[in-house]
């Protein structure tokens, strides 16, 4: 008969503390619910694992507090006939200078003990009640002392969830708890705040309030909300010394600093922690409603936004604290984007009445071209704007944002050189093309291409100007040229992406493939309207659908089916207001109107027309037609008898014709000897060579006027490599009988 597990985990795997060291994971994974079952062996069992936390040796102590917290996890009924032993064991660790691993695992088990022990009248009453302070006071002290991040991160973390089961318990250390959270949230210098202990910290600043009950945590949400909008202007006054700043509230007593390089360093470190701090503030959870003071946060992104380096303070400045708030604009910026994100995610259609004039400052900011971690930030809130409130009516910002956000993906397209390099590539093996030779310099040796993102961040720009764009055109009122432009952009796109490799985008390969989902998406989205469009969306329905990506671009093959039925069978009633039909837009150059032609090259956007006719113009050894020359008058006084037509030797390849001539020579009809006297009448003409076809018969010319029949031939001496001569054109083939 085979052993209880449980007997031969004490035999063998726990028969001393240095083999319950080491084989602690097997014993961890061989533990289940089924094995810890009433039975005669579990009694040995718990008694063994108080004997290893009680154990001299810490790597004992360590295993033993960690098959406590996997046997309470696994068996309920264990757990509560234990739990008041193992605690408080557990609980004596933490009051002591233990190592890292072993502190970790006593706060673990203490979390899950008592955040289990919510629902047991008994053990509430019995474990909870006197072990919360004593743990909480524990933690705050670790918080205090401890010097390893992580550590520090899990106590706080860990004091936050005992504040939102216990708040009542907590009530007497929530001094002493916002004085922890105090000491973080106000920033360090010259070494910024870690982002694992500011986030951990803001988390557990934004759930203090719930220590003052149901009456009491709206009052004590809102004094926080009103401190950390006060230290975030303080913070940002200390950053614009020099600049010259109209209507800033008074600032707060804060933290000083002496010097003054480290004064900015401070001020700003202590701005984004702040920042932080109100978007906790602002995602948590309070009992009653509150009134949050919107007006009053949107006056203060706004003043962030409108942060520029034009303006300047008269009177001396320092010049070093003057070159360091320079430098930190940009970092304002991105905090007001960040704080803006949350609060419109946060109070959603409320913040519509704003929504106009902060479009209009960000499309400022995105047309002075900044760097990609900002524009991508800028983006980022103009999605989160745009998707959280009402449809804007200002046609103009809506027309300004289009066109600042299609430059953030216009890298995607392809240039002017990559076309005619392409174009050139493609037509050598033509037979009977000569072939060009337009190399410059080292070009010649480059055998690899740059890839389009050379950089993470430059690769979420696009992914988050597509989003942008495609939130914008759902309701923003636009100009017709303006959404015509954006279709054609986007349809170009999901041409030019099928035929570009992952590798040439960018070096993770992965990108690719969101991009293209995320164009396909917004041109089917586009190609949405009334029935009669859709019912010629047939090709963008199917390139939407993805056959190979991750996860993400795999979730569109599921939605092929419900496009199809939509596209085939429209089971909703027709649009009030329909979209314009597909007609409306031009896809085609020859349907550009001017409007649309202006605002496409003010975003230097070139069709290949356009760039056939640049290359034509850039190349001097292209050939050309020349319009034909106007017949110059022959003067009535001179006789004109009728004259003998004979055709001279034909023009030889060979010959030489002069550069101003645009190797082009005209073939004119021109009497013979007889009528000498005309060629001296147009003799300040260009030079040219007459070719007469072959003929016997006497041409009769009626004055008073001659009619030149003018055919241009081209010549172009560059085809010296090949061997075929220009056929002779017959006159009279062209004749009228």
């Not at 599921?558 to 207001?577: C, I, K, S, T």
Request: glycine letters at 4%.
């Amino acid at each position: 008969m085979a052993s209880h597990p449980l007997k031969s985990l004490l035999q063998l795997q726990l028969a001393s503390d240095s083999s319950s060291v080491l084989h602690l994971s097997s014993v961890l994974s061989t533990l289940s619910e089924d094995i810890l079952f009433p039975s005669p062996h579990l009694q040995k069992w718990t008694s063994r694992v108080t004997a290893l936390i009680h154990s001299k040796d810490a790597g004992a102590r360590w295993a033993g507090i960690c098959i406590a917290y996997r046997t309470s996890s696994l068996s309920k009924s264990t757990m509560s006939e234990f739990a008041q032993s193992w605690a408080g064991l557990a609980l004596s660790i933490l009051t002591k200078p233990e190592p890292l691993p072993l502190l970790k695992a006593s706060i673990r088990y203490l979390r899950h003990v008592l955040s289990a022990a919510t629902d047991v009248p008994e053990l509430q009453r019995q474990l909870a009640t006197p072990t919360v302070p004593k743990f909480s006071q524990a933690l705050v002290s670790i918080v205090e002392r401890a010097t390893d991040h992580e550590l520090k991160a899990l106590a706080m973390d860990t004091l936050k969830d005992m504040v939102v089961l216990y708040p009542s318990l907590n009530r007497a250390l929530s001094s002493s708890i916002t004085n922890v959270c105090h000491q973080i949230l106000n920033g360090s210098a010259p070494q910024r705040t870690n982002k694992l202990l500011l986030y951990k910290a803001a988390s557990l600043y934004a759930v203090l309030h719930y220590t003052g009950g149901k009456v009491g945590a709206a009052n004590l949400w809102k004094k926080s909300v009103d401190e950390t909008l006060q230290c975030l202007w303080t913070a940002s006054m200390g950053l614009r010394t020099t600049f010259s700043v109209k209507n800033n509230p008074s600032p707060s007593n804060g933290l000083s600093c002496d010097d003054p390089v480290l004064a900015v360093a401070l001020n700003l470190d202590r701005l984004k922690c702040c920042a932080t701090a109100l978007c906790s503030l602002l995602r948590t959870t309070v009992q009653r409603p509150v009134h949050v003071p919107i007006g009053r946060i949107m006056e203060f992104c706004l003043f962030l936004l409108a942060c520029t380096a034009e303006e300047e303070k008269e009177g001396h400045v320092d010049a070093t604290v003057r070159a360091l708030e320079l430098a930190i604009v940009p970092e304002l910026q991105t905090s007001a984007c960040d704080l803006l994100c949350c609060l419109a995610k946060t109070v959603q259609h409320r913040l519509t009445p704003y929504v106009s004039r902060l479009v209009v400052m960000i499309t400022y900011h995105l047309e002075q071209n900044p760097l990609p971690e900002r524009r991508c930030s800028l983006l980022q809130c103009i999605q989160a704007l745009l998707s959280n409130s009402f449809p804007t009516s200002g046609e103009l910002g809506s027309t300004r944002l289009v066109k600042g956000v299609m430059l953030s993906f216009m890298p995607l397209l392809s240039t002017q050189s990559d076309a005619h390099t392409g174009e050139m590539s493609s037509g050598q093996s033509k037979k009977g093309r000569k072939r060009r030779r337009d190399y410059e310099g080292d070009e010649v040796f480059k055998l690899s291409k740059d890839v389009i993102c050379s950089s993470i961040a430059e690769g979420k720009v696009i992914l988050c100007a597509l989003d942008a764009l495609q939130v914008t055109m759902r309701g923003a009122e636009l100009q017709s040229a303006i959404r015509s432009l954006a279709c054609r952009v986007m349809l170009s796109l999901s041409l030019s992406l099928t035929a570009m490799s992952c590798s040439s985008l960018s070096q993770d390969v992965h990108l690719h493939s969101l991009v293209l989902a995320k164009v396909n998406g917004i041109c089917l989205e586009l190609a949405r309207g009334t029935t009669s469009a859709m019912s010629r969306s047939l090709g963008l329905v199917l390139r939407s659908t993805v056959t190979e990506g991750n996860e993400h671009t795999m979730q569109i093959k599921l939605q092929v089916q419900q496009e199809a039925e939509l596209l085939l069978h429209p089971r909703g009633p027709p649009l009030v207001r329909p979209l314009p039909h597909l007609e409306a837009l031009s896809l085609f150059r020859a349907e550009e109107n001017n409007e649309e032609l202006a605002a496409r090259k003010s975003l230097a956007l070139a069709t290949t027309y356009d760039a056939n006719i640049m290359d034509v113009a850039a190349d001097p050894n292209a050939v050309t037609p020349t319009p034909e020359p106007t017949p110059q008058p022959v003067p009535t006084h001179l006789p004109i008898p009728t004259p003998k037509i004979t055709a001279p030797e034909p023009i030889s390849i060979s010959s030489p014709v002069p550069t101003s001539q645009k190797m082009t020579s005209s073939i004119t009809t021109a009497s013979t000897k007889d009528s000498a006297d005309i060629p001296s009448a147009i003799s300040g003409q260009q030079p040219t060579k007459s070719l007469l076809p072959p003929s016997s018969s006497q041409m009769e010319l009626t004055p008073p006027t001659v009619e030149h029949r003018i055919i241009p031939v081209m010549v172009n001496h560059d085809d010296e490599e090949e061997e075929e001569g220009i056929p002779i054109i017959d006159m009279e083939s062209d004749s009228d009988g």
